[in-house]
């Protein structure tokens, strides 16, 4: 005998374990199947409901599924679904275990497991069980099925999240998987499988429309392919602009661009593309297009504000943020995406006033052969630009004019040949600007001149008496050379009016103007007013006279120059055989003598020079050249001045007095000199040895040199010769070694600061604006600094310091007299820009291209990916860092912070745009990014009349109906107090009238309102009468229409109403309640207006009373029988 195997299937028994407890099964109640797992005695509460549809949906053991889901044709077989019913074949896992055939992933479940999850599987179900909806790299993989199968293998056991990778379809997996696929009845209990799906079977997705509408399921492409049809398989295309479309969309500027995909199909990929939205340029295959694009368009106003013109150096999509403000022409520069700084170069014009003057028109300086130069282009400044000689050495250009470019060829060419004439000449050079044109003229008192040889001189009396004429501003004639007395004075002014004068100053008149003008006489000059418009005013000009020559100043005094050469000061030079030069030419006394030939000495300045030739120790055709020496004797030149040659004496030594002029004395007598010669010349300093008389003896002498002090002693040295000009003197200490004076050959001045008392201190000083002196010695470098000294060639140009005007700094280039106009100006730091010679820098700069002190400051903004922009070259630290777009923001010298409207973004417009709105809505939803700088806080908002918005996503739009005018009206217009209401803006049709007085509403339609005038204030109502009567309100009606009937009445016991008013007076007589007074008295309420005064009246004594209480009445005991018997008995009356 064995146990008996008892068992209870709690699926069809009836206990209170099992599905049914004795009221029906519960499964079977809810709608679907019951399954017991194990109907063993032992085994209890383990019975399942389980949904009659697939999807593995069941409840925990011992209770119904809450929710089953509904019918879906695309995964429940039905006749005309697109799951086929049949025999499933399973799909197994590497292990050997059972996929389920029917599994999707959450949203949730994705989130918290760090999957990115999208196709079969995720948002569509898995067909056939095995899909990668995470793409995961090991391949296809799905859920365990809850089955026997699995629950019997210990690997297989299916957890809420249990998975494993699966094996090909057909392939017997490693883990062994049954050897034939599961009949139908072999599946989960009640849950019909499905041998295949329409749709799944060729790789689509299955979408099903209503859960109670057969046959409207759907195949649609699985993207990124398109495609969709009803109850069969699509025919899928590849739109590759479904995935591009944002490239095309945001391509700058966004919205320019669309999308074209000529092939959508899967076997023509790669050629989609960019083509403009209105039209022209169309991309290369999976590129972004080049659209015509003239941001001039956009931006024109920037440059035509300021009177530029707008360029677009690329008008297309592909450049942006290229365009230039540009300056219109004579004007010069231009500006990126910002008005340009313009400028005028007036070398290059052209314009009215500039170099060139118009178009194709010679450049003044270049046709000259000279260089134009513009020291400063700024708009405001014109008429500055001047033309510069290319020779360092010659003068300063004259502004907005070719230049005078100077050259004395008296001073620094051939000219100086007239001074060798005999007697010598002057030299003239009366056009600096031309070569080859110098003469020699006559001088002492002669005239003539020559072009480039000597003159033939002849004697002209205006040498005399020029200053007879010059003094009145005329001019001197000599009208005969050959005959005295033929000089005049002659008018030299156009405006000047007068005869000659023979002799003497002429009579010239000059027009009105001039005269008392003082301007011109202060300036030592000639008034002129053009004669030929006496009634012209303002028309007068300062001219220079006499020998003075310059252009006229226009009312003002004029420029005028004067070599001094040119008049007597040349005679005062030839007379002693030296040149004369004259340094400045605007100044007077500046001439100086010069020694000729080979005479040495100092110049002299406004003096002849003192000169000397000895010609006992010179080198010339008239010198002694050794003559004396070679005869034992000595030579002696008694006068060295130039002018006297041919004079030296050849002298007997000893006591001989012979001398002989010019040649060797024949012979000798004795020289004492011959024995003592030693004695003077060994003295120091040394000296002379003389023997005056050589037939004497012991008159010898030592004489003191030529320069020194004039000390003689007889037979012995003297005492005191060191007292001398050691400038003028030769001694070993002295400028003139002997070999001539040291500054003069250096071209430099000599000065003996302490003559004929300190020795050693002479020193040579530079000559004209040079500075330098060295003592003992000539100057290494005379210096000119062309930036500390005013001079025609120098910064420092008469009172104007052009470089400190332009705001930069002088440099000089080379400190010398020689190296004149290489001068430069520099820009104020950190600008490190340098002039040209002679000229102001140009201290532009663009901070987002030029490098400042070293470095580029607009990399900041490429550094940031941003776009630089220097709106003011002149000014350092004002370039500006801006946003490209579509982002906005900028910021000076220093990246910006960038800025988004979320709503530029093409996807987010889209989105919101899609969204629902109410039935009624002219408009889609809006895209609204209320804080540029935080990013997803872009909404969508509803479009009138509807209201709603939604962060990210499309809202949810409701409507208020009673926004409807229309409503409003209904409500107002009922003839009673009625606002309408909306309770639901997401309902239609639920709008109501509800009475201002409360409680009643009625919808779509006016309400039927009460109003209680006791109890509202208004025009019509009680407001409180009543209670301030001790009333009380009643209104009858309560009608809205029903107005000013409410009633005051009188409060118990008291009696009276009044309708719309108090009630003037409420009566109650007091007396009407018993048991007032007590009996034998009378109770009498007067006035029954008021309360609390009725009265008790005695009814023998009327006038004894009293008020709410019982009366004091008088009594008559006689009335008493009792006591009237008594007094009857007595016979007495009582």
């Not at 020779?391 to 060419?413: H, I, N, R």
């Not at 008018?491 to 005869?499: A, I, M, R, S, T």
């Not at 409503?967 to 709008?991: I, L, P, Y």
């Amino acid at each position: 005998m064995a146990a008996a195997d008892c068992r209870i299937d709690e699926c069809s028994a009836a206990c209170d374990h099992c599905a049914d407890v004795g009221n029906g099964n519960v499964c079977a109640g809810a709608g679907q199947e019951c399954y017991e797992p194990d109907s063993s005695a032992a085994s209890v509460g383990d019975w399942w409901c389980v949904c009659p549809r697939p999807g593995g949906v069941k409840a925990r053991p011992g209770a119904a599924v809450p929710s089953c889901p509904e019918r879906n044709e695309c995964r429940d077989p039905t006749a005309q679904g697109a799951a086929q019913e049949g025999t499933h074949v399973p799909r197994y896992t590497k292990s050997g275990c059972l996929c389920a055939n029917d599994w999707r992933l959450s949203a949730e479940y994705c989130s918290t497991h760090g999957l990115t999850c999208s196709g079969p599987g995720f948002d569509a179900p898995c067909p056939r069980g095995c899909c990668n909806p995470d793409a995961d790299a090991g391949g296809d993989w799905c859920i365990l099925k809850d089955h026997p199968f699995n629950a019997a293998k210990a690997k297989c056991s299916s957890t809420a999240e249990a998975w494993e990778y699966c094996v090909p379809l057909g392939v017997t997996p490693a883990g062994g998987g049954p050897p034939r696929p599961f009949p139908r009845n072999e599946t989960f209990p009640g849950v019909p499988d499905s041998a295949s799906n329409v749709c799944a079977d060729v790789g689509q997705s299955c979408e099903d429309g209503a859960a109670d509408v057969d046959g409207d399921w759907r195949c649609v492409c699985v993207a990124p392919l398109v495609g969709d049809a009803g109850r069969a398989p699509a025919t899928c295309g590849l739109d590759e602009c479904v995935q591009h479309n944002d490239t095309c969309a945001l391509a700058e500027p966004a919205g320019s661009q669309r999308c074209v995909d000529p092939t959508p199909s899967p076997q023509a990929t790669g050629d989609w593309r960019c083509e403009c939205a209105a039209g022209g340029e169309t991309a290369d295959q999976a590129a972004v297009a080049a659209c015509p694009l003239d941001e001039c368009d956009q931006h024109k106003a920037t440059c035509e504000g300021m009177q530029q013109t707008c360029a677009d150096r690329n008008a297309t999509t592909a450049s942006l943020q290229d365009w230039y403000c540009e300056c219109v022409l004579p004007m010069r520069g231009s500006g990126r995406m910002v008005a340009a700084v313009c400028e005028l170069d007036e070398c290059e014009g052209p314009c009215d006033g500039c170099a060139v003057v118009g178009a194709g028109a010679p450049n003044v300086c270049r046709a000259a052969g000279q260089t134009c130069l513009d020291p400063e282009r700024s708009m405001g400044s014109r008429g500055d630009w001047k033309c510069l000689c290319d020779d360092p050495s010659l003068t300063e250009a004259v502004a907005a004019a070719a230049a005078a470019c100077l050259l004395d060829e008296c001073v620094d060419g051939d000219g100086l040949m007239c001074y060798g004439a005999a007697p010598p000449q002057e030299c003239m050079d009366a056009d600096h600007t031309a070569l080859n044109n110098w003469e020699c003229v006559c001088t002492n008192g002669t005239v003539g001149h020559a072009a480039q040889q000597h003159a033939v001189c002849q004697e002209d009396e205006c040498d005399a008496h020029r200053a007879t004429c010059t003094t009145e501003g005329q001019k001197c004639l000599d009208t005969d050379l050959t005959a005295p007395g033929t000089w005049y004075c002659q008018c030299v002014l156009p405006d000047e009016h007068g005869g000659d004068a023979l002799m003497a100053a002429a009579a010239c008149n000059r027009t009105r103007e001039c005269v008392n003008n003082t301007v011109c006489a202060a300036a030592r000059q000639v008034c002129h007013d053009d004669a030929t418009a006496p009634d012209v005013l303002n028309n007068w000009e300062c001219h220079c006279i006499g020998d003075y020559t310059g252009a006229p100043g226009m009312q003002g005094p004029a420029t005028c120059t004067l070599d001094e050469c040119t008049l007597t000061a040349a005679a005062v030079c030839a007379e002693h055989a030296q040149a004369c030069v004259d340094v400045d030419l605007e100044a007077d006394g500046t001439w100086a003598c010069r020694c000729a030939g080979n005479a040495t000495g100092a110049p002299g300045v406004a003096s002849v020079a003192n000169c000397t030739l000895d010609e006992c120790t010179a080198v010339c055709a008239t010198c002694a050249d050794g003559v004396c020496a070679a005869a034992l004797q000595d030579c002696v030149d008694p006068d060295t001045a130039p002018f006297e040659v041919g004079d030296w004496e050849c002298r007997c030594r000893g006591a001989s007095p012979n001398v002989a002029t010019a040649k060797a004395v024949p012979s000798c007598l004795d020289n004492e000199c011959l024995l003592h010669n030693a004695t003077c010349t060994g003295a120091a300093p040394p000296q002379d040895c003389v023997d005056p008389d050589p037939s004497a003896a012991g008159d010898w002498e030592c004489r003191c040199k030529p320069g020194m002090a004039a000390v003689i002693a007889v037979a012995s040295a003297a005492v005191g010769c060191d007292a001398f000009d050691e400038c003028a003197a030769q001694c070993a200490h002295c400028a003139d070694a002997g070999a001539g004076n040291v500054c003069d050959a250096a071209w430099q001045d000599c000065r003996d600061a302490a003559p004929f008392d300190v020795h050693h201190n002479w020193e040579c000083i530079c000559r004209g604006r040079a500075s330098g002196a060295q003592v003992g010695a000539p100057v290494a470098v005379c210096v000119l600094d062309e930036c500390t000294t005013v001079c025609d060639s120098c910064a420092l140009h008469g009172a104007k310091d052009i470089c400190a005007a332009a705001g930069q700094t002088c440099v000089e280039g080379e400190r010398t007299p020689y190296a004149l106009g290489d001068w430069r100006c520099v820009c104020a730091a950190p600008l490190d820009f340098v002039s040209s010679q002679a000229s102001t820098a140009a201290c532009a700069v663009d901070e987002c291209v030029d490098v400042v002190g070293g470095a580029n400051p607009g990399v900041v903004c490429t550094d940031a990916g941003q776009i630089c922009a220097d709106p003011d070259r002149a000014t350092l630290g004002d370039y500006e860092c801006a946003c490209p777009a579509p982002r906005e923001g900028r910021a000076v010298a220093a990246a910006a912070a960038c800025t988004l409207d979320e709503c530029n973004v093409a996807a987010n417009v889209r989105l919101c745009e899609g969204g629902a709105t109410t039935p009624g809505a002219a408009d889609p939803q809006a895209c609204h990014d209320p804080n540029h700088t935080v990013a997803g806080d872009w909404r969508c908002r509803c479009p009138p009349p509807s209201h709603g918005s939604e962060r990210g996503a499309a809202a949810a739009c409701g409507v208020d109906e009673c926004e409807d005018a229309a409503h409003r009206q209904t409500c107002a217009g009922a003839g009673s107090a009625q606002r309408c209401e909306d309770g639901d803006h997401f309902a239609v049709g639920d709008w109501a009238c509800v009475c201002q007085s409360g409680g009643a509403r009625q919808t779509a339609a006016p309400a039927t309102c009460e109003r209680d005038e006791c109890a509202v204030d208004c025009s019509t109502c009680e407001n409180g009468a009543c209670a301030a009567a001790a009333q009380e309100c009643h209104d009858p009606a309560r009608l809205v229409n029903e107005t000013n009937d409410w009633v005051c009445t009188c409060k118990a016991p008291a009696q009276g109403a009044a309708v719309g008013a108090a009630v003037d007076a409420c009566l109650y007589d007091e007396c009407a309640e018993a048991g007032k007074c007590p009996d034998g008295q009378r109770c009498d309420d007067a006035q029954q207006g008021s309360l609390g005064n009725w009265e008790c009246v005695c009814p023998l004594a009327p006038l004894v009373r009293a008020v709410a209480a019982a009366a004091a009445c008088p009594v008559d005991e006689c009335a008493d029988a009792a006591n009237a018997l008594v007094c009857q008995r007595a016979g007495q009356q009582c």
